[in-house]
Structures are given as C-alpha cells and as structure tokens.
C-alpha cells in the first residue's frame, strides 16, 4: 500500500463482508440528524445554529439602527428598544459567535489531530442540543410576554423581581444556565480528546495552532462558566425563591453580580476570539504558502491571553468606586493582556512576509481580521486608562470598540473559516467572485457602521439610549452608521446566497484544493462518517504539506522529513444515540415548569433526566466495525 497517499477513499457505499457490523438505524432523514453522535454532523449543526442566530441578532441590530437613524425617531417604543438591544447581545456573545467557534473545533479538531470522533460522542451530541434547546428557551420569551430588557450583563438590581416583573429575565437566567451545561461538557470533551487522542506521533508541540487554541479555550470555559453559573443559579433563586442575594434593602450586594459576571465576561472575550486566533493561524500560513512564523511563540502568546484573561475582569467596572489602587492594578494588568496579542499580530504579518500570498476569500477576511482587530485593541488600550474610561465609559466609543473585537475581530475571522474549510466540509467550492463582491460589502459596511461610533461615543452619546436629540451633532454619525447597515446587510445576504448555491451546484473541490498543511487535507471531501480509513502516523508539523513538498520542509535537526504515515488498523465507530436528544428536551421542557413554578411538570422533567441518564449509562456500544481491507477491496483502491 502506498505510504502517506494525498487522497484516501471517499466515504463508502452499502458493505459487506468480514469485519463489518450493520450501520447505524438512522441513515437518512431527520432521525439521522437527532440521533447522530459524528462529530462533524454536530459541527454542521452548530454552525448552522449559529448562523441562524445571527440572522435574528442582525435583524434586531438592524431594527435599532432604524430607530437611531434621525433624531426623534419613534419607529419603536423604549420598551421594545430595551428587548431588541438585550436580545441583540444575549444572543451574538451567546447563541451566535461563540457557538461557531464550538461548532468549528466540533468537526476539525479530530481531524486534525487523526481522531476517529471526539472522546464521548454522545455527550457531544448532548452539549449540541443542551444548547440549542437553551437558545429557542431564551427566545421563545419574545412570545410568552415580553423578552428581558436589563442588556446582555443583566446587572444587579434590575433582575430584581420589584424593579423586573415580568418573565423576560427568567427566561435570559433559566436559558443560560441550561445552555451553558453544554459549553462546558463540550470543553471538557475537547480536553480529553486532544490529550488522548492525538495520531502517534503528534506530539503537543506538533499540534495545529487551531487545536492549541481551542485547548486554551476549553481550559477557559471549565474555569469562568462556573461563576456565571453560580450568578445566574441566585438570581433565578431571588426571583422564583425569594432568597436575597441581590437585594439591597436586605444586605444583598448587586455588585456582587457585576464580580461574578466578568469573572466569566473577559475570559468570555477570549473564549470568543481564541479560536477566531486558530482560523487565522491556519488560513494566512495556507495562503501565504509559508509554515506559520514563531509557532512556539504563538502557542506561548495564547497560553499566556488564558492565563491573564482571569487578572482583567474589573476594567469593566472602573466607575463603581472600586477606589485608585484596584482601579491602577486593573489597568495595568490590561495593558499586560496586550503585549502577547500583539505578539500574535507581527507573527502573522511575518508569516505573510515574503510569502506567495494568494488572495483568495479566505485570505481577504483573514487581512481584514488583522485591520481591524488592531483597532479593536487601540482603543481597548484606551479604556484600559481609569481617566479615559470614566469620560467613555457607557458611550458608543465602548459599543464601536466591542464591535471592532467581536464583530470585525472574530466574525470575520470565522467567515474565513468558512470559506476555508466549506469545500472540505462539502466537497464544493464557494464561488470566488460573489465570495469577493460579498466580502467587500461586508467590510465596507461593517467600518460605516461602527467607525462613526467612535466619535459619537466621543461627543457623549450613551449607550441604550432609545432616541436622542436633534442639533447636538449626533445626528451625521447615527445616519452614517444606519446607512452601513445596508450596506453590510446586502453582503451577509448575498453569503447566504453563495454557500446556498455552491452547497448544490459550485464547483468540486477535490480534496485539497488549497494546498492545505494539516491533516484533513489527506482524506476525501466531505470526510467519510470515520475519518481515516488508516490510522496516520505524524512525524513533524505540518504533516501533510510536508508530505506533498519535502523540497520545502525540514525536521527539527535540518533534514528533509516525509511528514506522515499511515497504519493500517481496524475501525469501530460508535452507534447513534437517542438519549442526547431526550435528555436535552427533557431539561428544555422542565425549564417551564422552574419559569412558571409549575412543579409537578419541573419534577416529572427531572424524573424523565434521571431515567434518561440511566439508560444512557447502560446503553450499547452500538455502532460498526470497520476494516481497511474491506474497504479497499470494494472500492478498487491501489497501492
């Protein structure tokens, strides 16, 4: 057999034979989607979940703008207004841009690192729709009488039952708390996969800088969710229990919340734009056909962010009085968290000097990435100062700066991501021209709409302000910044459209068409249900481009390496699962029996958890066992 092929097997049709088990019940269909436990299904789930979020926080960011655009504008009530800007960031830092990150690493981090699946396939399954489940929760308040209104930190006391009456707060507090058991189930199972389950041969220092990110990113979800969860656990305890966590009257301390919440909420940044560094990392030494620039360093630099993202969180709370020391420490421990960053800045620049960039798509969300994630960082080194931040502090200078990080920092990078890996994921490519045209719409409205913020927020105009007044100069920077709304509007539509096409009738992709240096580049695409047929064999970085150059590649003492191998072994993969599903839509359901103390549904839920739980615990392997041969042999395969 030939050693270190380029191109294995595409997935296989019906089998028979020795060594080979009965598929799955559920091949086709809806069935096949709830009961799956592939690791890359679930990453296609998450993806599209995401997507499908962010066409709702788009359209409520698009409803704001509206009523922003004039001065005096009634087009929504301050109610509503209220709703739509809660609703907007609940669900991009939450239900949008960081499940995408989660639902990038759910399908390439065993492939990149020669995995069959993650290390517990149905608790993948489970962490999907745990969070899915948490996301149409947290929604379906807009129907059941209002959504919560408090902004996406929802501080203390305007949870108060008293100051918030209504159930919008119960369902952001109930949908989180369910919703954030799936993050941190995933992350530990990215954990274990990554440490045990790496090809022979790749050691921590050979891993792709996308799979190191994503480890730094798991290590921060175990650590900062479970503040967030013990928060959300007392508001929900105040508002269904009456305990006083959060009341001032009684002793309760809402700055309390405040503590808890950025524990988790700067951690939560870096949890967000971690693994947007990945992408980046693998697209601009991919484009730039050359090995990424400092590797070691890049991997200290992020190991370094983690570390430090826990040392920052109260530079978001310079204006309650902490006092001057707190306030000094905090920023300078803000300006540390900024030297690995822009560590990781000249890396990539060198990775792409002196490089034969191609500017494909790809390539251009990851330039735009750099452009603007560097503005993103200035002005945070701005709020980093106590002086600066409480002149700024809750003024749109703080909107048009998040936006530059999340928004222009780790969306764009994901829509290289996407562009990247989507002929991998479905053995098509994405149209080069519309991806340009797309690309350009989206840039160019994305800087109309929050570079004018910047100076708004400069003159004082506040956050969460429902309306303004006309003739204090406002009123240039709202219409500009309106107007690029339509402008990036009609790129993310005309996305949709692109991959929409491509998905049915773009060009095939062939396995590798960008020349690609890690792992996933060596099988078919899309990658068969078990990934390698042959278990690879990793000998240095880049495995797999060293493979296919070895003019261009050397090992760790100078000489010429071959990258890869393979062995030959057998393959089990593991049998679909019902009991994800149940468990997730049993949480989902006794949810509304917490909301409306309804207790004997909460109770029966919990019940059915239980039960749910115990037959997971006994339930079969399942599954196929597959052997190499066989597969070979039925499909014609040389040596």
Known sequence: MAIGRQQAPAAPGPLSGPGIFTRPTWTKGIGSWLTTVDHKRLGILYIVT???????????????????????????????????????GLTMVFLAIMPLGTGFANYFVPLMIGARDLAFPRLNAFGYWIYAFGGIFVYMSVFLGGAPDAGWFAYAPLTSLSNNPGNGIDFYMIGLLIGGVGTLVTAMNLIVTIFSMRAPGMSMMRM??????????????????????????????????????????????????????????????????LPAFGVISEVIPTFSRKPIFGYPVMILSGIFIGFMGFAVWSHHMFTTGLGAVANTAFALTSFVIGVPTGVKIFNWLGTMWGGSIRFATSMLYAMAFLFMFVIGGITGIMLAMPPFDAQAN????????????MGGGALFAFMAGVYYWFPKMTGRLLPERFGQLNFWLIFIGFNIIFMPQHFAGLMGMPRRTQ?????????????????????????????ALNVIYAFRNGKLAGNDPWDGRTLEWSISSPPPHYNFDEQPIVTDRDAFWAKKHPELSHGDDGSQWEGMDFDAHGIHMPGQSWYPFLLAL?????????????????????????????????????GEHIHPGDHHAAEGATD
């Open 50 to 88: 995401s997507f499908a979020f962010l066409s709702l926080a788009s359209i409520e960011a698009f409803i704001i703008r509206l009523q922003l655009a004039v001065p005096g504008q009634q087009l929504v009530s301050p109610d509503v207004y209220n709703q739509l800007f809660t609703m907007h």
């Open 208 to 273: 792709p800088v996308f799979v190191w990110m994503i480890l730094v990113t798991a290590f921060l979800i175990v650590f900062a969710f479970p503040p967030l969860t013990i928060a959300l656990f007392q508001v929900i305890m105040d508002r269904t229990f009456g305990t006083l966590f959060y009341v001032p009257e009684a002793g309760g301390l809402p700055i309390l919340w405040q503590h808890l919440f950025w524990i988790f909420g700067h951690p939560e940044v870096y949890i967000i734009i």
């Open 394 to 405: 809750s003024t749109y200078f703080v909107v048009a700066h998040f936006h530059y990080v």
């Open 467 to 495: 309306t303004y007044e006309a003739g204090i100069g406002l009123e240039i920077w709202n219409l500009l910044s309106t107007a690029g709304t339509f402008i990036m509007g009609a790129g993310m539509i005309l996305l």
């Open 586 to 622: 049993a949480a989902f359901i006794g949810s509304f029996g917490v909301l409306y103390t309804n207790w004997p549904l909460a109770i029966l839920m919990l019940v059915l958890m239980i039960g749910t739980t115990y037959a997971w615990a006994f339930e079969g392997v399942g």
